[in-house]
């Protein structure tokens, strides 16, 4: 199927824009993480699965007021701890979570800590839904692993590109990947929301998916400079984004169409994940075009400036 039909837009001469595209919320995004350092000393709020402690989900008979419970938990001598509404208003439900315990011994006794609370100096009746516990020392070491399994399949990426097609291909792929990560991050520092392990999870599926709209276009374009190899790599680069124009819009719109719905009907436990999966979605669709491909003609002309005679790798002829 083809939505679109001799489609000629020029991106190469729109890259200004795009280069203050991704200028503008990258930027805000870091300058976001930097004031989250500040107060909290970590880029983004975390979930506990990743900075420790005890996290308890209480539903009340009615509608719970986070200012009373706040007090509660400061009238029992409860230090530091967060209250926040969850999921729909109409279930009265709320989220009350301890501050890392450092002896991970004492970790259990978070949940009474809070029931407690709630019994003696808040009056309204309620019953715990959940309680999720993490020690400081395994938030810690999932919070590297995070880390870590981001980079190795950057990486692992990035290798793979380089064989399959050119190292130049590989770094412009990474890039974009970066790119894609840093703005879904940067928007769960704007926004507030916290990292959890869920949320690395759609980050991770999301450099797969950003990298696999990538490599289609960077397919057409190797093919279209064995076809054309008289034309410039400009033109190339902008016909094969057009040609491929049809497939990405079908696919990450109908992809995009279902994490929105997630967003919207999934509830409060799945908002995290598809808020990532809801911008990133959007940013790896706009990168593959946007910032990925520009980039080869980028290098290619810094190449030249040098007075090298520069060529991207042309597709094989199909053997008869």
Excluded at 38 to 44: C, L, T
Excluded at 163 to 185: K, N, S, W
Excluded at 294 to 317: E, F, H, N
Aim: glycine share 8%.
């Amino acid at each position: 199927m083809e939505l679109f039909r001799g489609v000629n837009v020029d991106w190469l001469g729109k890259k200004w824009y795009f280069l203050g595209f991704s200028l503008i919320f990258s930027i805000a995004g870091i300058i976001s993480m930097g004031v989250h350092w500040a107060q909290i000393g970590s880029p983004v709020p975390l979930g506990v699965d990743f900075r420790g402690g005890t996290q308890v989900q209480v539903q009340f008979q009615q509608a719970p007021d986070t200012n009373q419970i706040r007090q509660a938990m400061d009238a029992a001598g409860i230090r530091d701890a967060r209250i926040q509404s969850y999921d729909e208003s109409k279930n009265n439900e709320a989220l009350i979570s301890l501050p890392e315990q450092h002896d991970e011994t004492s970790l259990d006794s978070g949940r009474q800590q809070i029931v407690d609370a709630l019994h003696a100096h808040y009056g309204n009746p309620f019953t715990v839904r959940n309680v999720q516990v993490v020690g400081p020392t395994v938030g810690k070491q999932l919070e590297k692993q995070a880390g870590l399994a981001t980079l190795y399949s950057m990486l692992g990426m990035l290798v793979y590109l380089w064989f399959r097609f050119q190292l130049i291909y590989g770094v412009a792929a990474v890039v974009a990947c970066f790119h894609d990560t840093l703005i879904t991050v940067g928007a769960f520092a704007l926004t507030g929301q916290e990292i959890s392990l869920t949320v690395i999870a759609a980050i991770l599926t999301l450099v797969g998916y950003s990298m696999n709209d990538t490599i289609v276009v960077f397919d057409r374009i190797r093919e279209n400079l064995r076809l054309s190899r008289r034309e410039s790599l400009a033109d190339v680069v902008n016909r094969s984004i057009n040609q491929t124009l049809s497939r990405t819009v079908l696919t990450s719109g109908l992809t995009f169409l279902t994490v929105l719905s997630l967003y919207v009907f999934g509830g409060q436990v799945l908002r995290g994940f598809s808020f990532a999966l809801v911008v990133g979605i959007l940013i790896g669709t706009y990168s593959s075009i946007a910032v990925a491909a520009p980039m080869l003609v980028a290098w290619q002309q810094w190449r030249g400036s040098k007075g090298a005679v520069v060529a991207l790798p042309a597709a094989k002829r199909p053997r008869v």
